[in-house]
Each structure stands twice: as C-alpha cells, then as structure tokens.
C-alpha cells in the first residue's frame, strides 16, 4: 500500500451538508446501539485511531463519541511511556486500558505508536520493530478470540500540506494556540519516514483490516467513522438481555 496514491480528499460528489445529516441520524442510532451492547454484556468494542499530528484525532473523539453515554464509553491516550511502563514489555500498558465486555474503548494513538515514532527515530531497529508488529497481531487475536472484542483500525490520512496548515492555524488562532507544541514541526518533517512505517504497519499488521480514512475535511472523516461502527454494531444483532429472576 502506497498511502501517496490514495486521496486525502472527500469524494468530489460527496455533499457536505447531506453528509452532516446523515451523521447526525448515525448518532442517534449509535447511542442506541451503544445502549444496548452495554446492555448485552456480551462485547466490546476497541477502537484504534492512528494518525500524524493535526490529523483530527482529538475533534474525530469528541464528534463522534460523545453523543454516548459517558458510563459505557472510555477514551485512553498513549503518550511517551514513563518510567514503570518501560520496565514492563511494550504492550503492558495497553493490556490494562481494553475494554470490558459491554464497552466502548477508544485508543488516541495507540499500541501501534511502539512501531511508528520508536522507529522512526530509531529507537527500535528493524528487527525488534518486525516482532513488535507480531505481538501486536498475536495480542488483537486474543482480544478477539478470547473476549469476544471487536477492534476497529482507523488511519486518518491527512496530507502533508493540509497538515502544515493545520499546524501553522495553532500559531495564529487563540482558540488553537494551547495545541502549538513545537515539537510537532519537528515531527512533519521526518513526514516520508512517517509514511514508510505506516505503510509496514499496515503490511504487517492487517489480519484485522486498517480503514484509511481521508481526513482533509473533518466532516467526512467523521461520516465515515461513525458509519463504519454504525455497522459493526448492527451485526453483532444484539438483544436486550430479560427481566432478572
């Protein structure tokens, strides 16, 4: 998969407003349906949101998430590990923060960050990035075998140009400016080593299939996302459990 040769783009017939539209009636039906799997008690849910800085992570949360209930809804964020997270293997963090049975987990950046930044600046060589991404793969097979966890895998495919807007808007808008980190201007331009490992994770790690999501217009992205859980919920043809004897 070459990410250059797919469209950051909305497709040109895609009509914003109607699009808006049609995300607020998924909304609706995802609150229901996010009621009734907490209901259930049978699944979860682990949703994965990867992507480079400005991508929209944070607004794609906040769009699609909160119109749940708060009680069956868990955002985590995995930023540089500290200090007894390091003496533990990559993925114990991660392992403490997947859902129950019943929840909704969203990862804002995620496990995979332990093969992407680490690499990038050389952290991890080839070889431990290569058997860090088969871990990874055995660790989402137990949560879906062994727990009953649906894990959805999001890239936000955002361009380079989009993103140096979206950066350079941190340093001129006062409703942005808490964002600006300079370090993220740092970050865009390792942007080709960014995509190469991207581009090995999804390689590597695609028995549970990434979505590239385009992410230059963040109404689109936030269409899609909803749709796509919309309809892995509707599959599961879940019931409200009976009156407890």
Known sequence: MKLKKI???????AD??????????????????????????KHSILIVIQGMDASGKDGLTRD????????????ASFK???????????????HQRVPAKGMIHIFNRSHYEDVLITRVHGDIDDETALKRMKAIND??????????????????HISHKEQLKR???RLQDPQKMWKYNAEDFKESKLWNKYMECYEDVFKQCNKI?????PADQNWYKSYLVAKTLQKMLKGLHMKYPGMKR
């Open 64 to 75: 699609v998430f909160t119109s749940m209930n708060p009680q069956g809804v868990n955002v």
């Open 167 to 169: 950066l350079d808007e």
């Open 209 to 213: 299939p990434w979505h590239i999501v």
């Open 16 to 41: 914003k407003n109607k699009k808006k539209e049609e995300l607020e009636d998924i909304l609706k039906d995802l609150d229901k349906l996010q009621n009734l799997l907490y209901a259930e008690g």
């Open 139 to 156: 660790f989402e097979k137990l949560l879906t075998e062994h727990n009953d966890t649906h894990v959805l895998k999001f890239y936000l």
């Open 7 to 13: 469209s950051t783009d909305a497709p040109k017939n």
């Open 80 to 94: 540089e590990p500290v200090k007894e997270e390091l003496a533990h293997d990559f993925l114990w963090r991660v």
